[in-house]
T-cell receptor
Framework: DGGITQSPKYLFRKEGQNVTLSCEQNLNHDAMYWYRQDPGQGLRLIYYSQIVNDFQKGDIAEGYSVSREKKESFPLTVTSAQKNPTAFYLC????????????FGPGTRLTVT | AQTVTQSQPEMSVQEAETVTLSCTYDTSENNYYLFWYKQPPSRQMILVIRQEAYKQQNATENRFSVNFQKAAKSFSLKISDSQLGDTAMYFCAFMGGKLIFGQGTELSVKP
């Protein structure tokens, strides 16, 4: 089955620790994205990547970092510099950027205490 | 900057009835796409319907249809014959380069 996987579904960390969220896709999509969702709000773009070894900041990139070493994988690291890291994180992919529709993974709920 | 506004935080509808969710957006672009996504309690984002701005004909997908008014920058979603499984958050989204989401409308379908 083709799709996007995110693991784990729930993640707990202590304040001050970096944590990496996994995102893998087998759709052969070039573009991948990370979004953050807070309660009662829509999704906000953190980072996106149009091609391997290239990525751009989204609207709320501060405190986050990414890498795109493989087409299939786009991990997101939430660093200790992110002031409010507790949120629901969604990964998405699309054939390309621009007007191509995006397909989403199941998400990871990160709780930092 | 593009913005997307959903003015109805919550709505409810009786099973088998019809409901319309509102969405307005602001852009200076002429070519773009609009989407409605559904997020059920599982929190998986599911694409419901898409509309290309250059098409005058409103998109339909089974029980889901849109009313796209380009001049008014309005993009409402109509759900006909509502089912219990339609209970979810619905997000309107604008794509003109990157995907911009509205705040969402929480829809409850009551038996």
């Amino acid at each position: 089955d083709g799709g996007i996987t995110q693991s784990p579904k729930y993640l707990f960390r202590k304040e001050g620790q970096n944590v990496t969220l996994s995102c893998e896709q087998n759709l052969n999509h070039d573009a991948m994205y990370w979004y953050r969702q807070d309660p009662g709000q829509g999704l906000r773009l953190i980072y996106y990547s149009q091609i391997v070894n290239d990525f751009q900041k989204g609207d709320i990139a501060e405190g986050y970092s990414v890498s795109r070493e493989k087409k299939e994988s786009f991990p997101l690291t939430v660093t200790s510099a992110q002031k409010n890291p507790t949120a629901f994180y969604l990964c998405a992919s699309s054939t390309g950027t621009g007007t191509y529709e995006q397909y989403f993974g199941p998400g990871t709920r990160l709780t930092v205490t | 900057a593009q913005t997307v506004t959903q003015s109805q935080p919550e709505m409810s509808v009786q099973e088998a009835e019809t409901v319309t969710l509102s969405c307005t957006y602001d852009t200076s672009e002429n070519n773009y796409y609009l989407f409605w996504y559904k997020q059920p309690p599982s929190r998986q984002m599911i694409l419901v319907i898409r509309q290309e701005a250059y098409k005058q004909q409103n998109a339909t997908e089974n029980r889901f249809s849109v009313n796209f008014q380009k001049a008014a920058k309005s993009f409402s979603l109509k759900i006909s014959d509502s089912q219990l499984g339609d209970t979810a958050m619905y997000f309107c989204a604008f794509m003109g380069g990157k995907l911009i989401f509205g705040q969402g409308t929480e829809l409850s379908v009551k038996p």
